[in-house]
Nanobody
Framework: QVQLVESGGGLVQAGDSLRLSCAAS????????MGWFRQAPGKEREFVAA????????DYADSVKGRFTISRDNAKNTVYLQMNSLKPEDTAVYYC????????????????WGQGTQVTVSS
């Protein structure tokens, strides 16, 4: 079992930055990949960014490329999502996800999910 706890959400203005954190309860050497997803009101959950723990390769949704950066801290078993130049359309609940198994694409599917953290961007 892997428990994931997100933090760092909040209310910001367009153009501002936020950094989300996701702490994993398991040693990260056992994790294959971790990702961030988001779900806006009335919309389906969508992929945002992900990272393979070994090697550090990353993948991003087109809508966030150049603005968001996923990174990790092995010592803290934590993955981060640095979000810059935020837009109102980035408003959503952001979820952290993890997988212990090899998956063909970093977009999923993922087995473990956090509880989510709200990000609201005002115009």
């Amino acid at each position: 079992q892997v428990q994931l706890v997100e933090s760092g959400g909040g209310l910001v203005q367009a153009g501002d930055s936020l950094r989300l954190s996701c702490a994993a309860s398991t040693r990260t050497f056992s994790i294959y990949a971790m990702g961030w997803f988001r779900q806006a009101p009335g919309k389906e959950r969508e992929f945002v960014a992900a990272m393979r723990w070994r090697g550090g390769s990353t993948d991003y949704a087109d809508s966030v490329k150049g603005r968001f950066t996923i990174s990790r801290d092995n010592a803290k078993n934590t993955v981060y999502l640095q979000m810059n130049s935020l837009k109102p359309e980035d408003t959503a609940v952001y979820y952290c996800a993890a997988n212990l198994k090899i998956i063909a694409t970093m977009k999923g599917p993922y087995d473990y999910w956090g509880q989510g953290t709200q990000v609201t961007v005002s115009s």
